[in-house]
Nanobody, 123 residues
């Protein structure tokens, strides 16, 4: 069993930056692909980025490429999402998710989820 706790959300002006963190409890964190999803009001949950187990390969949705960076520290059981040049359309609840030994981008395939952290971007 893995428990995920996100932090780092908040209110930021357009063009600003935030860093989200997701702390995981449980064993074998390094064997999990970790991902960030987001969900805005009235919209479906959207894949944002993932970082694989093993070599740490990364994937990003096109809308955040070049602005967001996902990283992980296996020694700290933590995954991060550095968000730069934030836009109003990035505003959403951001969720951390974990999946053992595979690298999906579909939310339904992830086994573990955090409670979410709100990101608000003012224009």
């Amino acid at each position: 069993q893995v428990q995920l706790v996100e932090s780092g959300g908040g209110l930021v002006q357009a063009g600003g930056s935030l860093r989200l963190s997701c702390a995981a409890s449980g064993r074998s964190f390094s064997a999990y692909t970790m991902a960030w999803f987001r969900q805005a009001p009235g919209k479906e949950r959207e894949f944002v980025a993932s970082i694989s187990w093993g070599v740490g390969s990364t994937l990003y949705v096109d809308s955040v490429k070049g602005r967001f960076t996902i990283s992980r520290d296996n020694a700290k059981n933590t995954v991060y999402l550095q968000m730069n040049s934030l836009k109003p359309e990035d505003a959403a609840v951001y969720y951390c998710a974990g999946k053992l030994l595979s690298i999906p981008t579909e939310a339904r395939l992830y086994d573990y989820w955090g409670q979410g952290t709100q990101v608000t971007v003012s224009s």
